[in-house]
């Protein structure tokens, strides 16, 4: 699954990658600012009868954000077509100091109405989601926490049901960028039930921050396992409006540390962040079964093995390279990379990297240009997998990895609104698998063009 697509949108908006470090690790402002909204250039419009502004000097902040976005496949894929989605999200929060008088403490919902089709199922069947608000159509529960701040913002604690994507695991620089894996990497989103804990999923957790030094961040959480709850079938068919709340799979860990450097302004500032996770729940074995033979040998068994445990390690850097201190403008650079184990899952390896500029025109300080790539590869188990099939139909393909190069605009047309066209070329989708309906012959390198605008409200 993708990324959290409004946090992505905001950074992408506000935090350019060159200058999120400072804003994001502050003890007192633990998340990126809200995206600009369009309410000021709609005038009197833009708060219909002040209600807005009345529920702010109370504690209550909301917001409405409406994603839209056009993709084609102009060669190679499943198909060629266009296909249209579109996100309509709503957000409340409230500062319970403000409202109760409960100090530190804070109230946060959000919930999606997802509608369309998106391009991976239909066009393109790539492992990398080609855009981070794909999903099912419906209409549903995301993020539902309280969170206690102590000490000065030195230490937060957050209950409810969270998305593990809108804080682990995040470059702000990469978040510029369309494609779902460069907010949750095919390493958990291939990997780990339902697609982990991303966008669209939520689930009941509870998530410790610790910000022990100016600069550094402790972030450590345990979530339910499944936010689909389990079941057969297409996940996102179960716990389809987000309100089941399932509390009964096995738990999903994971811890990050970070260190934001060069944030007085002296100097080219950057983050770096490590982090891992673990699942304590069983995973099948990719090519044996439990008599030892291999899954697809005619005379075993064809029962997975089981393992105990799943897990992986990440790696994040986020640097700007050059800006200038009056007009914003400016260049940044990121780099992930993402390992798992070779047995027990689809991708044991990830790695992407890219560039962004901000005010790449200088008439137009407030646009983002940025080229990236992300490399999904396959397990030595997947590939040892489908080098059993060949033995027994030779024509059959063996899967290696897959390549996606990324090039995107986002142009804002004026404070709330944007525009972002968007080419992606993937090479080996679905890491050079067959083709589902022309077999043997392996899906083609695949172009694949798109048009997103957003609109915040």
């Known amino acids: 699954m993708a990324v959290n697509a409004t946090r992505r949108i905001a950074a992408a908006l506000v935090l350019p990658g060159f200058v999120s470090g400072a804003l994001a690790q502050a003890p007192a402002d633990p998340a990126p600012p809200p995206p600009p909204s369009i309410a000021p250039s709609l005038g009197t419009l833009g708060d219909p009868g002040g ?9 209550i902040t909301y917001g409405l954000s409406y994603t839209g976005e056009v993709f084609g496949t102009v060669r190679g894929g499943l198909k060629r077509g266009t296909v249209y989605e579109g996100k309509l999200e709503l957000q409340v929060d409230i500062d319970l100091a403000t409202l109760a008088g409960l100090s530190g403490l804070a109230f946060h919902a959000n919930a999606v109405q997802l509608h369309g089709r998106g391009p991976t199922r239909r066009l393109v069947g790539n492992l990398m ?7 099912l159509p419906a209409t549903r529960l995301v993020e539902l926490w309280l969170e206690q701040t102590l000490f000065d913002g030195m230490l937060a604690v957050r209950a409810g049901q969270l998305a593990a994507d809108s804080e682990f695991m995040v470059s702000d620089t990469a978040s510029l960028f369309i494609n779902g894996t460069f907010g949750w990497p095919t390493t958990t989103s291939a990997n780990l039930p339902g697609g982990g804990i991303s966008y669209p999923w ?25 936010p689909s709850g389990g079941g057969s079938g297409e996940p996102l068919r179960h716990n389809q409006h987000g309100i089941r709340f399932p509390l009964h799979n096995a738990p999903f860990f994971i811890g990050e540390a970070s260190w934001a450097y060069n944030q007085d302004k002296q100097g080219l500032p950057g983050t770096i962040k490590a982090g891992g996770w673990y699942h304590a729940g069983r995973f099948d074995d990719r090519r044996f079964a439990i008599d030892g033979l291999a899954l697809n040998d005619p005379a075993g068994s064809g029962i997975a093995r089981r393992h105990r445990g799943n897990g992986g390690f990440y790696a994040i850097v986020d640097q700007t390279l050059w800006r200038t201190p009056d007009s914003g403008r400016g260049i940044a650079a990121f780099a992930r990379v993402s390992t798992s184990p070779g047995d027990r899952n689809e991708v044991s390896f990830y790695a992407d990297g890219g560039v962004s500029f901000k005010g790449v025109l200088a008439a137009r300080p407030d646009d983002i240009a940025g080229i990236a790539f992300g490399y999904s590869r396959l397990s030595r188990g997947a590939r040892a997998h489908d080098r059993d099939d060949r033995a027994l139909a030779p024509s059959a393909p063996i899967r290696s990895g ?3 190069v990324e090039a995107t605009y986002l142009a804002q047309i004026v404070p709330g609104w ?5 080419v992606q070329y993937i090479r080996r989708p679905g890491g050079g698998t067959a083709h589902p309906t022309h077999a043997p012959r392996r899906i083609k390198d695949a172009v694949v063009i798109g048009l997103r605008t957003t609109i915040q409200y």
């Not at 998530?207 to 550094?216: F, I, M, S």
């Not at 944007?418 to 968007?422: A, C, F, G, N, R």
Request: hydrophobic share 45%.
């Open 51 to 59: 209600v807005r502004a009345t529920l702010r000097e109370k504690g």
């Open 129 to 135: 989601t080609t855009s981070s608000i794909e999903a």
């Open 202 to 226: 939520a689930t009941p957790g509870v998530r410790v921050k610790l910000v022990p030094a100016p600069g550094v961040t402790v972030l450590a959480a345990v979530f339910n396992g499944d």
């Open 402 to 404: 897959e390549l996606l």
């Open 418 to 422: 944007s525009v972002q066209p968007d």
